[in-house]
DNA sequence: ATGACGCCTTCCAGGCGA
């Protein structure tokens, strides 16, 4: 079994891309991030061509999940209670694994309104994950998570040091995801990479490798056990047949 | 030093992303 998540950054300006990936990497589960549309314009004929159930929390403009799986599941929760302004929460559940993908909150920079609700937010997501995940059984919490979470995730940690995605309080609230049970299973299996799945679209970013890593997939102990490998799919960052791509990367994992 | 690219929108300049 395949599972992935990516934020695609607009379902409209990337559904071809997209695409593309679903039939070159053959995924079964995938969660998406920032499909931008609102549910009655999700395109789900296309997908269902393409072999893909498609659940939606989306929103025009702005934000949006999706879960597109080759095998039938059912919605648990669309939207983090309390927090339902924006849709940025997915719990599906796909046979024995609960699968949920989230966008977090970006935060913008230290000073602006939006960084104490950034903190807010993961901390109800923090709540409402422990009071609803069993982390004795399988499931996948995944999606752009808006931190790098150690020095090895960002390509300069001392340049931005105490700033946007650097900052302990950040830090603090993705150890909190872990200490209800999740392991980060990309750095479970690679332990001194220093891969990333975001590269600004600007300035040559991506060709001077300077990323950052802020997609996660994040599996209970069960999953870990069922892991065989976990990759960043950095293919998918370049231009495909003159495709624009996502300024993120998808990531990987292959299951037993 | 600044903006840089690409997304979106009651529509095309301006806000936002990370």
């Not at 700033?163 to 200490?179: C, K, M, N, Y």
């Not at 870990?224 to 990759?231: G, H, I, L, N, Y």
Request: with cysteine.
């Amino acid at each position: 079994m395949r599972i992935a998540t990516w934020n695609i950054n607009g379902l409209t300006a990337r559904q071809s891309f997209l695409e593309h990936w679903l039939a070159a990497r053959s995924p079964d589960l995938v969660g998406i991030q920032e499909i931008k549309t609102a549910d009655d314009k999700f395109p789900h004929m296309a997908f269902a061509a393409a072999g893909y159930q498609a659940v939606t929390h989306g929103q025009k403009g702005w934000n949006g999940v999706a879960v597109l799986s080759r095998e039938r599941v059912e919605i648990v929760q669309r939207g983090l209670p309390g927090h339902e302004e924006s849709a940025r929460f997915l719990h599906v559940r796909a046979g024995e694994l609960d699968f949920i993908t989230v966008y977090c909150p970006n935060g913008k920079t230290l000073q602006h309104e939006d960084f104490p609700r950034k903190l807010e937010w993961y901390d109800a997501l923090a709540d409402h994950l422990a009071r609803t995940v069993d982390p004795s059984k399988p499931a996948v919490l995944c999606g752009d998570m808006n931190v790098c979470p150690a020095p090895l995730d960002s390509w300069n940690d001392a340049l931005f040091a105490g700033q946007i995605f650097h900052t302990d309080a950040e830090r603090s609230r993705f150890r909190r995801l872990l200490e209800i049970g999740f392991v980060d299973a990309f750095r479970s299996l690679h332990t001194d990479a220093r891969t990333f799945s975001w590269w600004d679209y600007r300035a040559g970013a991506f060709h001077k490798g300077q990323g950052l890593r802020i997609d996660f997939l994040l599996a209970t102990p069960t999953v870990m056990k069922r892991v065989r490998s976990v990759e960043i799919d950095r293919d998918y960052r370049k231009k495909k047949d003159a495709l624009v791509p996502s300024d993120h990367a998808p990531v990987l994992a292959d299951l037993e």
